[in-house]
């Protein structure tokens, strides 16, 4: 047991306090257990609020760099309006349900890059004092493993995944930020993209699916990018061929990307615009396509995508990867 003490806003000699999570990680969507055990500290106190923040390091694209910060996706309330005595022990237990857009951390074990956390913060006789900061695992809702694993089967090799600050537009994203999961191609496809990149827009009902195809600029040609919107029903995962379904989509997607490459200079198409970033907007083209082909399971949880991970470097201490205190309620602006 590890209790952190508040030497802020509540002023040294305060409560201390240590948040202890359920192990194993959570769902997009799902329930996030634990509890809240607090110390007195020299003097008898009331505690007003007791708050748990989700928390995520995000990337924002400036103009000529991209600068790291911390913003808050969620605020839960799960306790307060007690007296908490000088030296005295506390425990307040909680369940809180998590937005269901809330970014991957790992799939089958692996660190797939994102690094989110549960903040907790202390409010006593009006002011608010941040305590106690959890590593929160995410794992991947089954529609969305089961995409990632086709996306495997199909010759597609995971290389990284970040948390990107904005909104993409054309989409029913409501947090402020959204996961980019970059994929390599295989050799087939090498020559018309160089990666492919996924998100997941996860909603009660199902996922939309935004896949972004991306052509660096050769020595004769310009760069560029082509974006598609696909649909997917949650219920619809042990009934979909998903290596059929995702292949389909890719191949709407590396079309409609070849076609761009062809298009006469000069010939704007309006639904090529790139996903957002903060103030730049996007537009997302693409036909809606559902998750209802018949066929197959999804691949095998031992093979997929997770063959091709690029080992990423995991944060030893959460803190660590929250430095930056001052940003946590950063937020993403979505131009009209």
């Known amino acids: 047991m590890v209790f952190k003490k508040l030497l802020g806003a ?112 202390l409010e006593v006789a009006g002011a608010r004092d941040k305590g106690d900061l959890d590593a929160l695992a995410v ?86 990018d082509t974006v598609h919107r696909f649909t997917a029903s949650h219920h619809a995962v042990p009934h979909t061929d998903w290596n059929a379904q995702v292949d389909a989509w890719l191949k709407e997607v590396i079309a409609g990307h070849e076609a761009r490459a062809t298009r006469p200079s000069g010939v704007e198409h309006h639904g090529d615009q790139h996903r957002s970033g903060p103030g730049t907007g996007a537009m997302v083209a693409g036909a809606a396509a559902g998750g209802a082909a018949a066929g197959g399971a999804a691949a095998g949880v031992a093979v997929g995508v997770v063959g091709g991970m690029v080992a990423a470097e995991v944060v030893d201490e959460i803190g660590d990867a929250f430095e930056e205190e001052g940003d946590e309620d950063a937020g993403g602006d979505d131009e009209g």
């Open 139 to 224: 794992g991947p809702l089954p529609a969305q493993e089961a995409i990632l694993e086709a996306f495997g089967q199909l010759g597609y090799a995971f290389r990284s995944a970040d948390l990107e600050l904005g909104h993409i537009r054309g989409t029913g994203q409501q947090l402020p930020c959204y996961q980019e999961i970059e994929i390599l191609p295989p050799a087939g496809h090498a020559h018309a993209v160089n990666e492919i990149e996924v998100t997941f827009i996860a909603t009660p009902g199902g996922l939309e699916v935004v896949i972004e195809a991306d052509k660096r600029a050769g020595l004769f040609s310009d760069g560029h």
């Open 10 to 121: 509540l002023g040294v000699g305060g409560p201390s306090v240590d948040t202890v999570l359920e192990p194993g990680p959570a769902l997009p969507g799902g329930l996030v257990t634990g509890e809240v055990r607090l110390r007195g500290g020299g003097s008898d106190v009331t505690v007003d609020r007791i708050s748990l923040l989700l928390v995520a390091r995000v990337e924002t694209e400036g103009q000529d760099e991209e600068h790291e910060g911390t913003v808050v996706l969620e605020r839960f309330t799960v306790g307060g309006g007690f007296r908490l005595a000088e030296e005295a022990e506390h425990t307040v237990p909680f369940t809180v349900t998590l937005p269901w857009e809330t970014p991957i951390t790992e799939l089958h074990g692996q660190h797939l890059g994102p690094v989110l956390g549960i903040r907790t913060e």
